[in-house]
């Protein structure tokens, strides 16, 4: 069996930065085991499998879909750059003639939509809740060292631990931070952390970023993701309570780095606006 796939770098409008995902169009449905195994043998942060909802389906001019997401090492109930590669692979790549495609995934039903030169994803947001730093204090010193932690959250909806370093800190500071994301598998005893965001505050006061961040998601097998839209989820509801806006651009400080532009609803949904490469089109034989 052929399977069409592509490899789409997300968060970015050049090849070879931003965060790149697999794609994966299905015709068929696949044997169950056979995600995992395409994704461990993709080994990209995400493999997406976008599948036909039912019979006389067409990738050109349906306009709904299944999405699921795959890391090397396991599921994930939601993935926004992978997301923002499917449907770049749909509008792109299949020339879907749809203004809006809906995906049906373990997060709900998500939107996306072309705005000009972007692709805005309509997105869940998660609130972040005050963490007592006793609990995770071993997990933040095997990433941060003895830097100062100016705030803790925890999301319970997502179990990512957001840590906001010192306002004191540059973006550089964050970027040039040696991680050994290994050690924080052991060094997490509470078993409900799956992923580590660390953000400083940006200098929005010109036209700069509101907010940089770095995340960390070992437990997925996965050591530093490059853009990570389901860590904005969360980043998007805790700054923009912080900054007092809804409007706000945002950079992750990734070594390939990628920019995403954040507008928070009023209906506890954020939209995330990214840009898209195409680099790899071709043919799984399974």
């Known amino acids: 069996m052929q399977i069409p796939i592509f490899t789409v770098d997300a968060f970015t409008n050049r090849p070879f930065s931003g965060n790149p995902a697999a794609v994966c169009l299905l015709e068929n449905d696949l044997d169950e085991d056979l995600h995992q195994k395409i994704a461990t043998e993709m080994n990209l942060s995400e493999t997406a499998f976008i599948r036909k909802l039912k019979p006389g389906d067409d990738f050109t001019k349906s306009s709904c879909f ?43 039903e998500l939107k996306a939509r072309q705005v000009k030169d972007h692709i805005v994803l309509d997105l869940p947001l998660y609130t972040a809740y005050p963490q007592e730093l006793k609990e995770v204090g071993e997990l933040i010193k095997a990433a941060v060292g003895d830097m100062i932690v100016q705030d803790l959250r925890y999301s319970p909806d997502t179990k990512k631990l957001l840590v906001r370093l010192s306002d004191t800190y540059e973006r550089s500071v964050l970027e040039e931070l040696k991680v050994s994301a290994e050690r924080f598998l052991a060094a997490e005893k509470t078993g409900k952390v799956k992923g580590l965001i660390l953000t400083v505050k940006g200098n929005s006061s010109g036209k700069g970023h509101d907010f940089y961040s770095r995340y960390f998601a070992p437990w997925y097998g996965v050591l530093e993701d490059p853009v990570t839209g389901s860590a904005h989820a969360v980043l998007s509801s805790y700054w923009s309570e912080q900054l007092g806006k809804k409007e706000m651009l945002a950079f992750q400080c990734s070594r390939r780095g990628g920019e995403l532009k954040i507008s928070v609803r009023d209906d506890g949904r954020v939209d995330i606006a990214g840009q898209t490469a195409v680099v790899l089109k071709g043919n799984l034989t399974v």
């Open 66 to 108: 299944g999405l699921r997401w795959f890391t090397p090492a396991n599921e994930v109930p939601l993935c926004g750059h992978a997301t923002l590669a499917s449907a770049a692979v749909l509008f792109h790549v299949q020339k879907n003639t749809n203004s809006v495609l809906t995906f049906v995934t373990l997060s709900g």
